[in-house]
């Protein structure tokens, strides 16, 4: 079974201790497809990562980028995760960025990112390879923009990307969540299970 490395969302006890937190759905939906969840430790991350079959850089679960607001785990999950994203540019990898980790990284290659009240608790519908799909919104951030070598899919609502691809560095993005219910469940499946080379 693959086994696929997990960033972790960050919550704060009421000591202040650092909690990694990762949903359920996840080791779930692991199971379904076929690959192990392991969750990504900050200190340990490079053994970690050269031994696993690719990464996903999770949902923000309770987190956001610090220039949308600025608290100590907003700013530790970022630091902390900016440089994973530099260090997996020399891995041969497949790498899944969800939501908040699809704007950490539209943030990190300086594109346009935008506040949303429109994008949350909301099902979308978008054009995927001449389909229609139908997928979950749970965030209030959009990406607006992002480099040539990436191929968009936008809502057409306010031509904010839903889906990028980068073929040649085996990325895929994602401002769904598939790990939660979608209408069209089966496609999103099927592109998980192709960017990992599942089953």
Same mark, same amino acid.
């Given at each position: 079974?693959?086994?696929?490395i ?28 076929g ?29 956001d980028l ?51 009240? /429109?994008?949350? &608790? +909301? %099902?979308?519908? !978008?054009? $995927? #390879? ?35 691809? /980068?073929i040649? &560095? +085996? %990325?895929?993005? !994602?401002? $769904? #969540? ?9 496609i ?12």
């Amino acid at each position: 079974m693959k086994k696929i490395i997990i960033t972790p969302s960050i919550s704060l006890s009421k000591n202040k201790n650092i909690n990694y937190i990762i949903e359920k759905n996840w080791y779930d939906y692991g199971k379904k497809l076929g690959f192990k969840i392991e969750i990504l430790d900050y200190k340990n991350y490079k053994s970690q990562l050269k031994n696993s079959d690719g990464i996903i850089f999770s949902g923000g679960n309770g987190n956001d980028l610090q220039r949308f607001k600025k608290n100590y785990k907003n700013i530790y999950r970022e630091q902390n995760e900016k440089i994973i994203l530099n260090f997996i540019k020399k891995l041969n990898i497949p790498k899944l960025f969800i939501c908040y980790g699809f704007q950490l990284l539209a943030n990190s290659l300086r594109c346009q990112l935008k506040k949303s009240n /429109n994008h949350v &608790k +909301k %099902i979308h519908e !978008l054009n $995927f #390879h001449n389909k229609k799909i139908f997928v979950n919104s749970f965030h209030t951030v959009i990406v607006k923009s992002l480099p040539k070598t990436y191929k968009p899919i936008y809502f057409e609502v306010d031509k904010s990307i839903e889906i990028a691809e /980068n073929i040649n &560095k +085996k %990325i895929m993005c !994602l401002m $769904f #969540h598939p790990e939660r219910y979608n209408p069209s469940q089966t496609i999103i499946d099927s592109i998980i299970v192709k960017l990992f080379n599942l089953k």
